[in-house]
């Protein structure tokens, strides 16, 4: 059933994921910058799971929730799917940057440091975040919580950023961001050892697992 | 046999509205009209049986299962369209199909296929451009190609033309000809219902005010009009409704022999209810 759900999700959102495309020609254009590949890859992942995290909201907007949970399916399965969408859409969206580092010419990216194991760890890691984090938000507030959840996060970053100009070291928001900074680099660092590996993957692990349970919880009490 | 369809005191709270200790039953092989105003909770119960919204208390039960715990058994053996079908704008009626089918243990494709045929569906075009009707059609195709023992229709002539409407009527009858299958069909187009349907349900305010047999509902129900002047306390509590012109009134009587005896004599003329007299009269006091 999950494996039915799975192609639902995917045949139907097929169209609306081609719009990472102007994403990957970011990506073309970024790829004769050095150590730009890395980052575009990272991102790609989180992007990509990112936009398939919001299925749910489009079903919403286009009223079909009703007519999917009609159907002979548990919404714990609904939900798996959607969770499983995002990791597959993420996993891709990586892959397409990687064969863009292996065949456009003038990439500076090789492909293979793309494949080492800490920057697919730290992708993982980052893709995880974002698909915990806003699946429950998805699934309770649906296309209106998505877009205030995201454009709340837009205003607040823009903020910090605007706060950081004018008042440089005397704002707590270059130390926010620096902490940020900092955070992933250390953990892009860590995860060349076994024990943070371990850790992260833990707390990644334990982060989706809440995420998944809150989702199923709230898909399940909702009425359509 | 057991109800293909039981609830027994199913009540549903929401903000603002609430159904309310519900019971009725559909035995197979039947068409069960759902009828009542819009707003008394006709998509409400619809919901409930399709596991979209949830019991507050009471039990209900679809194919002598409980949906809550037998889901995905007991929507299988459910056909449905919505009163507004919804799906996809930018997906073909054909590729709808495709993503349908494989959850459904007795889909038939043979079957889609000629009913695609026969209610002329533009299978390739999107979902996005068909008109409401043709959303309907393709909604009872996908309804009824898994051979559902249980058809749920949430208000499905809206929408469709008079030629299609009378052939999705006859359709319903003959699909439940064969003594397995039944069909719950609301509307508040209650001239769907007049030759077709089998037992009536009727809904009002979240409440049942009745559910039985059509020719039981014939029988008993009558409107009864007048002079005002016959009006009296006794005879207005004969009434389930009333409304008071100037020159007359009708009043509406789910005891037709208590109200012959009751008015016998007197200047009045007693006539069989139609369901539309029963939904616009019931409760009705001025």
Same mark, same amino acid.
């Given at each position: 059933?999950?494996?039915?759900? &799975?192609? +639902?999700?995917? &045949?139907?959102?097929? %169209? ?44 919403? +907007? ?8 009609? &159907? ?45 194991? +800490? ?20 699934? $309770? ?28 070291? %005397? ?10 900074? $900092? ?22 692990? &334990? ?13 399940? %009490?909702?009425?359509? | 046999?057991? *109800? /293909? ?29 759902? #009828? ?8 409400? #119960? ?25 889901? /995905? ?39 889609? @296929? ?46 469709? @033309? ?35 349907? @089998?037992? #009536? ?26 002079? *005002?002047?016959?009006? @009296? ?54």
């Amino acid at each position: 059933m999950l494996r039915n759900a &799975l192609r +639902k999700d995917l &045949l139907l959102n097929a %169209r609306h994921l081609w719009g990472i495309l102007p994403w990957f020609v970011w990506v073309a254009y970024a790829m004769s910058e050095p150590d730009a590949g890395r980052i575009t890859a990272v991102g790609a992942a989180f992007v990509g799971a990112l936009m398939a995290t919001t299925i749910a909201a489009r079903e919403d +907007k286009l009223r079909t929730s009703a007519t999917l949970a009609s &159907l002979p399916v548990r919404r714990r399965t609904l939900v798996q799917a959607r969770y499983v969408v995002s990791y597959v859409v993420g996993a891709v969206t990586y892959l397409v940057v990687a064969a863009m580092a292996a065949v456009l010419p003038w990439s500076v990216q090789r492909a293979a440091e793309l494949f080492e194991v +800490k920057t697919l760890l730290l992708t993982a890691t980052l893709a995880s975040t974002a698909i915990a984090l806003l699946m429950p938000v998805v699934l $309770r507030f649906g296309l209106l919580g998505v877009l205030v959840f995201l454009g709340a996060f837009q205003v607040v970053g823009v903020v910090l950023f605007v706060a950081a100009d004018f008042f440089a070291a %005397r704002s707590g928001a270059r130390l926010f961001f620096g902490t940020i900074e $900092r955070g992933v680099v250390a953990l892009y660092s860590g995860l060349g050892q076994a024990g943070p590996i371990v850790e992260t993957a833990l707390i990644v692990s &334990l982060s989706v697992w809440l995420s998944f349970r809150l989702s199923v919880f709230l898909a399940e %009490r909702r009425d359509l | 046999m057991d *109800p /293909i369809l039981e609830l027994r005191g199913v009540t549903k709270h929401y903000e603002g509205f609430s159904l309310r200790d519900v019971s009725f039953s559909l035995p197979r092989g039947y068409v069960c009209g759902l #009828i009542g105003p819009n707003g008394a909770g006709k998509t409400t #119960i619809v919901k409930l049986i399709l596991g979209l919204a949830h019991v507050s208390s009471g039990q209900l039960r679809v194919c002598g299962e409980d949906p809550a715990t037998a889901e /995905i058994a007991v929507k299988d053996r459910i056909g449905f369209v919505h009163e507004v079908p919804s799906f996809y704008d930018h997906i073909s009626v054909e590729a709808l199909a495709s993503i349908v089918r494989p959850f459904y243990s007795r889909w038939d494709q043979p079957l889609f @296929d000629a009913l695609a045929r026969e209610f002329e569906l533009p299978t390739r075009k999107w979902f996005g451009s068909l008109s409401r009707g043709t959303r309907t059609k393709a909604a009872l195709a996908l309804a009824l190609a898994h051979h559902a023992e249980l058809l749920v229709l949430d208000e499905p002539t809206s929408g469709l @033309d008079p030629v299609f409407r009378r052939e999705l009527l006859e359709r319903l009858v003959a699909y439940v000809a064969d003594g397995q299958a039944s069909v719950l069909f609301s509307t508040h187009i209650t001239s769907d219902l007049d030759r077709m349907a @089998d037992y #009536i349900t009727f809904i009002r305010d979240g409440r049942l005010v009745f559910s039985s047999t059509r020719e039981e509902v014939f029988d008993r129900w009558v409107v009864v009009r007048g002079d *005002p002047g016959v009006l @009296d306390e006794a005879t207005r509590s004969l009434f389930a409704g009333v409304e008071v012109g100037a020159h007359a009134f009708t009043g509406l009587t789910d005891d037709a022999p208590r109200a012959r005896k009751h008015m016998a004599g007197r200047d009045i003329v007693i006539e069989p209810a139609t369901l539309d007299d029963i939904m616009c009269y019931t409760g009705r006091t001025c």
